[in-house]
């Protein structure tokens, strides 16, 4: 189960994510530039090894613009939802997907 922490940071699918900038015809570098971060940050996102913040993904699917549904890691969402789940029955709230 994710830790609460987590739920601040969105499990993309870095393969998808570098199809599409690929796709685009555009560098990690630029794209790294139009979010105001490292081009190694940026990297570590297609590679896999962290996972941006909502605000990034959000400004991410500005600068490509794409839905988060296009780069999203579906099993992730899965995995938070049932987090959220299990956290709303801790607390007696029934947490239905809408």
């Known amino acids: 189960m994710p830790e609460l922490t987590d739920l601040s940071y969105v ?4 393969d998808k994510l570098r199809a599409i900038r690929e796709g685009k015809g555009l560098s ?3 794209v790294a530039a139009q979010l105001e971060i490292g081009k190694a940050s940026y990297s570590s996102y297609e ?3 962290s996972r941006p913040s909502y605000q990034v993904v959000e400004r991410l699917c500005e600068v490509l613009d ?3 549904t296009d780069i999203s890691d579906v099993s992730s969402i899965a995995k938070t939802l049932d987090a959220i789940k299990r956290v709303g029955k801790l607390y007696g709230l029934d947490v239905k997907a809408a």
């Open 11 to 14: 499990s993309i699918d870095p």
């Open 47 to 49: 590679c896999g090894a």
């Open 28 to 30: 990690q570098k630029w």
């Open 66 to 68: 794409i839905s988060i």
